[in-house]
C-alpha cells in the first residue's frame, strides 16, 4: 500500500509539472507592434486636432515628433518535482513531497520623442507646398479636400475688363453684411446669385464665399495636378511668390502663406535645387461636366513628359463674366493649419462645395473641418483650455484632410529632427 502511493504521488507531481510547463509559453510580439501603431497615430491625430484647436484660437501651434518606440517582454516559470526517499529508515516527514513553482512575468515600453524646433522643418513648415507635393497628394486622396486645403488664393482677372481681383481662402475674409440694402443676406447667400458682368466687382466683401464658388466651378471643371519633367533646369523654388501676377497692390502680396504657382520642383526654404520633375495645375477632360478646359493635363495631349510646360494661368469662360484667367496660389503647410482653425472659427453654414461625387459621398453634408464639444463616440479628442473638442467617429472628410496635413508635416521633419538632443535649461530664483 505505501509503495502504491509513493507511486501515485510521483505520477502527480509528473503530470502536475507538464501542465505548468505548458502554460509557460510567451505571446508573440504581434500585439505589441499593433500597439505601438495604433498609439503612434493616434498621438498624432491628437496633436493636429490640438494645433487646429490652437489655431482657432490664434495661438502658437508646437509639434513633436516620435522617433523611437521600444518595448520588452519577458517570462519566467520555475517548476519543481517532490523529493522522494526511498528504503527503510525513513522518517514520517520524508513521505511528504515538497513541490516548488514560481511564475514571474514583466513587460515594459519606452519611446523617444522630440519637439521639432529646427530651422530646418520651420522652414519647410512656412514655405509653400510645392506644386508636384499637391500632384502627389491627389494621387492618394480625393481632389476636393486636397485641394481646397492647398489653394491660398486665386488671383483672377476679367478678360473684358481687365481687372484683377483676389479671393482668398480664409472664413475671416467676408464681411458679415456684405449687402447695405439687405442687411439680413450673408456672403454665402450674396454671392450664390446669378453670375453677370458685375460679379467680381460686385463681391468684393466677400472673399471667401466667392473663392469657394469658383473653386467649385474649376474642380467640376476638372482641375487637377500633375508631374511633369523640369528638363533637369535648376528648380525655381519660392522665388516667384513674391511677384505676383502683377496689375494691382492686392495682387502683389500672397500673404502669409501664399506663392505663386510658378514655383517649380521641391526646392527648400533656403533656395532652388535641381529636381528631376515639377508639378503643375491642369485640366482632366474625364473629370469635368463642362468640356474641355486649358491647361489640359499632358497626358490629354499625347506628349511626352519632358515637353510638358508648366502653365502659369488657367482659363475658363465663367458665366456672363465671361473668359477669366486665373493664377493659384498655394499655402504653406502652417498656413493649413490655419485655414482649418478659421474653419471652426466660422463654419461654412451651408453643404460644403464639393464638387467632384466623391468628395460629395466624403463629406456626406458635414463640415469642413468636424469637430463638437458633444460627449460621444469619438475618432479623437482633446481638451484645451477647459474645452472639449471632439472629431465625430462617423466623420470621414476630417480624418482625411488630418492625414493631409500631417503628411506635410512628416515631409517637413527631416533625419536630424528625429535624432537632435533637446535641452531644456530651468532658471530659478
Avoid at 496635413?405 to 531644456?424: H, I, R
Wanted: hydrophobic share 35%; aromatic share 8%.
Amino acid at each position: 500500500m505505501g509503495h502504491f502511493r509513493k507511486i501515485s504521488t510521483i505520477g502527480v507531481a509528473f503530470i502536475f509539472g507538464v501542465i505548468l510547463q505548458s502554460c509557460a509559453a510567451v505571446d508573440q510580439f504581434g500585439s505589441r507592434i499593433e500597439d505601438a501603431n495604433r498609439n503612434s497615430q493616434h498621438a498624432n491625430d491628437q496633436e493636429t486636432l490640438l494645433n487646429i484647436v490652437r489655431a482657432k484660437n490664434f495661438r502658437p501651434l508646437t509639434f513633436v515628433a516620435v522617433s523611437q518606440v521600444t518595448g520588452s517582454q519577458t517570462e519566467t516559470v520555475t517548476t519543481g518535482l517532490p523529493t522522494i526517499t526511498f528504503g527503510s529508515g525513513i522518517t514520517p516527514a520524508q513521505h511528504i513531497g515538497q513541490i516548488t513553482n514560481s511564475v514571474m512575468g514583466q513587460a515594459q515600453g519606452s519611446y523617444q520623442s522630440n519637439p521639432l524646433v529646427s530651422t530646418q522643418f520651420q522652414t519647410g513648415m512656412l514655405a509653400a507646398i510645392p506644386e508636384e507635393t499637391i500632384a502627389y497628394l491627389i494621387a492618394a486622396h480625393p481632389r476636393d479636400p486636397v485641394l481646397f486645403s492647398t489653394i491660398d488664393a486665386l488671383i483672377i482677372k476679367v478678360g473684358s475688363t481687365g481687372k484683377l481681383y483676389r479671393l482668398d481662402n480664409n472664413p475671416d475674409e467676408d464681411e458679415k453684411n456684405p449687402d447695405k440694402n439687405d442687411p439680413d443676406k450673408d456672403c454665402p447667400t450674396f454671392v450664390a446669385e446669378k453670375v453677370d458682368v458685375n460679379f467680381f466687382e460686385r463681391s468684393i466683401p466677400c472673399s471667401y464665399s466667392t473663392f469657394l464658388r469658383v473653386t467649385n466651378f474649376i474642380l467640376g471643371s476638372g482641375l487637377t495636378a500633375e508631374i511633369i519633367s523640369s528638363n533637369g533646369n535648376k528648380a525655381t523654388g519660392n522665388k516667384a511668390a513674391n511677384k505676383g501676377p502683377g496689375g494691382t497692390k492686392g495682387a502683389a502680396s500672397t500673404g502669409g502663406s501664399g506663392s505663386a504657382t510658378s514655383s517649380g520642383g521641391a526646392a527648400d526654404g533656403a533656395g532652388g535645387s535641381t529636381q528631376s520633375v515639377q508639378g503643375r495645375f491642369c485640366f482632366d477632360p474625364t473629370k469635368s461636366a463642362r468640356g474641355v478646359r486649358e491647361p489640359l493635363c499632358s497626358v490629354f495631349k499625347l506628349l511626352e513628359p519632358k515637353t510638358s510646360k508648366k502653365a502659369k494661368v488657367i482659363k475658363f469662360g465663367f458665366g456672363k463674366a465671361g473668359t477669366v484667367e486665373a493664377q493659384i496660389l498655394i499655402k504653406s503647410p502652417l498656413g493649413v493649419y490655419e485655414l482649418y482653425g478659421a474653419a471652426l472659427r466660422h463654419p461654412w453654414p451651408h453643404d460644403f462645395p464639393y464638387a467632384a461625387q466623391l468628395g460629395q459621398e466624403l463629406i456626406r453634408g458635414e463640415p469642413f473641418v468636424n469637430v463638437t464639444s458633444s460627449p460621444g463616440a469619438c475618432f479623437v479628442d482633446v481638451t484645451y483650455q477647459g474645452q472639449y473638442y471632439c472629431v465625430p467617429a462617423n466623420s470621414q472628410n476630417t480624418p482625411v484632410i488630418f492625414d493631409i496635413v500631417e503628411q506635410l508635416k512628416n515631409l517637413s521633419t527631416t533625419p536630424t529632427d528625429l535624432n537632435a538632443p533637446f535641452a531644456v535649461r530651468f532658471v530659478g530664483n
